[in-house]
Nanobody, 119 residues
């Protein structure tokens, strides 16, 4: 039904920048709160950044505040994550997810895109 596709992952050196993109097929994209999660090898998946559907309010994990920026362009059904000042600890598979208030959960997930930051 709803397809979520991430892109933009790459191998970069510490201190560099990268922008991830997520395209969602649903026509109801504008009504979804969206978020980025990440999972490093051997670690639990964690919340990185989110943006609400109601007022565009954003929130970030403490580890990325001041470095990452989440944004959306509803006309393109696209979510972005601008990542600056990347650190080796940012290395992970990054996932895009859509929150459905009707279900009270992140119902739609992408397959992930790999971000590797070398020291």
């Amino acid at each position: 039904q709803v397809q979520v596709v991430e892109s933009g992952g790459a191998l970069v050196q510490a201190g560099n920048s990268l922008r991830l993109s997520c395209v969602v097929s649903a026509s109801t994209f504008s009504s979804y709160s969206m978020a980025w999660f990440r999972q490093a090898p051997g670690k639990e998946r964690e919340f990185v950044a989110g943006i609400s559907w109601r007022d565009g309010t954003t929130r970030y994990a403490d580890s990325v505040k001041g470095r990452f920026t989440i944004s959306r362009v509803n006309a393109k059904n696209t979510l972005y994550l601008q990542m600056n000042s990347l650190k080796p600890e940012d290395t992970a598979v990054y996932y895009c997810a859509a929150y459905l208030t009707s279900q009270g959960s992140y119902a739609y997930w992408g397959q992930g895109t790999q971000v590797t930051v070398s020291s």
